[in-house]
């Protein structure tokens, strides 16, 4: 008994003293710090999303100095506050901060699919892959793909349609609907494959979506140590995201392997994602990258499956909510998505889309208060000194710059918790430091389907709001809530809309 108590005793000191010695690791540097914790600042308790974490960081030292430093658990991250430095380690020196999560020691010989895709790899990988990815969503990629989606679009107004002559309430999940278009979307653009989630909510893309993104048992605690220490899970094969998600690498591959054998057996060319892929697989020219095979193209359709869905149909949920809540803004777009379409004998065209200049600021406005991310994450490449200060980080610091802690920053936007698109009339945005909207990212590593993201909403709420009248009812949500078992900003609830026909 007396072996016991000293042993564990022995442990718990052994443990205090750790923490102490990992907790100095900012106060020897000389950098600012909020008050640390045994589990690091990032505390993650489950009342609390590391959005708000980031937000009090931000609001409690912005204008006191251009970093801080606290931890994730035991692990030493920057917090940036100053938007010169933003704009240095995404811009100016983004050669020195090209990764975006901590370089991984990976077996040469299997090859992880989920782990290899554009969003995740590592700066050497990523530079050759993005030149190679970025033809798939230029411009005239963006006007090719432009029919199907408004096909898409009249199939989901179709389908809202029957919904509603069967609910006299008029309340839709507008979460719900948005997801089942924006996966029949990717489906058709990525794949070329019949989704067909508006008429069916339980499709296995609908399915394999949820479960990503909305995993019932995986905290935001577990999800941040496995982003901090994937080591451990690597090597002791703790958890398995492929079997918690329910084969998503076998669906992803088989998906890859049927539509690679049928277009190739009978020559059909669509001109889309995939058929890039094909073209990057069967290439000789590749600039020093090897060609593409299955589990490479694999990689790359996961992620724009995952993330051409769910953020284009959270960022037209949030957005539907936002004009439900401000009448007056609704009316206003509606007017000028009529006249634009009006000029055009009625007829969405990709040209007509552009000419719909407040419909852009409202998509903008949306993402400024409901960015995709809280903040963006970049890993130091090499010891660095950063400009003005005495202050040099070493190499593999974690980096986050806080997206929405800046997108809430009054001294930046006057009164931002209010819903006001004219903040991006062009006038306005001239007035604001480049790098005071971060909604899609900056710099050579930002969201490389940009185009195809804002395309799809774009269409999404002018087919929507030319056909209806969204108002709160007795199921919406006072406020938007944030789902706290996920890392990317999505809805913790049921985003209930009452939908009127025009």
């Not at 411009?139 to 989901?156: D, E, R």
């Amino acid at each position: 008994m007396v072996l016991s108590f000293v042993f564990f005793s022995t442990l718990c000191l052994l443990l205090i003293s750790f923490l102490r010695y990992k907790f100095q690791y900012w106060k020897k540097l000389g950098v600012p710090e909020p008050t640390t914790y045994y589990l690091g600042n990032f505390r993650l308790i489950k009342s609390m999303h590391k959005t708000e974490l980031l937000r009090e960081y931000y609001q409690k030292f912005r204008g006191k100095a251009k970093l801080i430093g606290t931890y994730v658990f035991t692990k030493p991250i920057i917090i940036v506050l100053d938007l010169d430095l933003v704009k240095t380690i995404l811009i100016k020196d983004f050669n020195k901060f090209t990764d975006r999560f901590q370089r991984r020691k990976t077996d040469k010989h299997v090859f992880d699919i989920l782990n290899e895709t554009l969003f995740r790899v590592n700066g050497d990988s990523w530079r050759p892959l993005r030149t190679k990815l970025s033809p798939t969503f230029t411009s005239a990629k963006m006007k090719f793909m432009f029919p199907t989606l408004v096909n898409v679009a009249h199939q989901m107004e179709e389908a809202i349609n029957a919904h509603l002559a069967k609910t006299p309430s008029g309340d839709i999940d507008t979460h719900d609907w948005m997801g089942r278009f924006t996966t029949d979307v990717i489906g058709h653009c990525a794949f070329g494959v019949e989704c067909n989630s508006l008429k069916d909510p339980n499709v296995i893309f609908r399915r394999i979506g949820h479960r990503i993104f909305y995993p019932k048992y995986l905290s935001i605690r577990l999800r941040t140590f496995m982003i901090s220490y994937p080591v451990i899970f690597k090597y002791l094969k703790f958890f398995n995201f492929n079997e918690y998600v329910g084969g998503l690498e076998e669906f992803v591959l088989k998906l890859v392997r049927d539509t690679l054998r049928l277009r190739e057996e009978q020559n059909v060319q669509r001109n889309d994602f995939i058929d890039l892929l094909i073209e990057m697989k069967n290439s000789k020219d590749m600039k020093g990258v090897p060609p593409m095979g299955i589990e490479e193209m694999a990689s790359q359709v996961f992620v724009f499956f995952a993330a051409g869905f769910e953020t284009s149909s959270s960022n037209l949920s949030y957005g539907l909510f936002e004009l439900a809540k401000n009448p007056h803004v609704q009316e206003k777009l509606r007017a000028e998505i009529k006249s634009v379409l009006e000029k055009h004998n009625g007829e969405l065209t990709y040209e007509s889309m552009f000419e719909m200049t407040y419909l852009d600021q409202v998509i903008t406005e949306t993402l400024r208060k409901s960015p995709a991310f809280a903040a963006i994450t970049r890993v130091s490449n090499e010891d660095y000194k950063v400009p003005d200060t005495n202050i040099t980080l070493e190499k593999g610091t974690h980096i986050y710059i806080p997206a929405i802690a800046i997108h809430y920053d009054p001294d930046i936007y006057d009164n931002p918790e209010e819903f006001r698109p004219e903040r991006f009339h062009p006038e306005e945005i001239q007035k604001r430091h480049p790098q005071a909207f971060l909604g899609f990212g900056d710099g050579p590593r930002n969201c490389i389907g940009l185009r195809f993201a804002r395309m799809q909403v774009r269409i999404g709420l002018i087919t929507l709001l030319k056909s209806y009248r969204f108002s709160v009812s007795e199921k919406t949500p006072p406020q938007l809530e944030i789902s706290k078992t996920c890392s990317v900003l999505v809805p913790g609830r049921k985003i209930w809309l009452k939908a009127e026909k025009l």
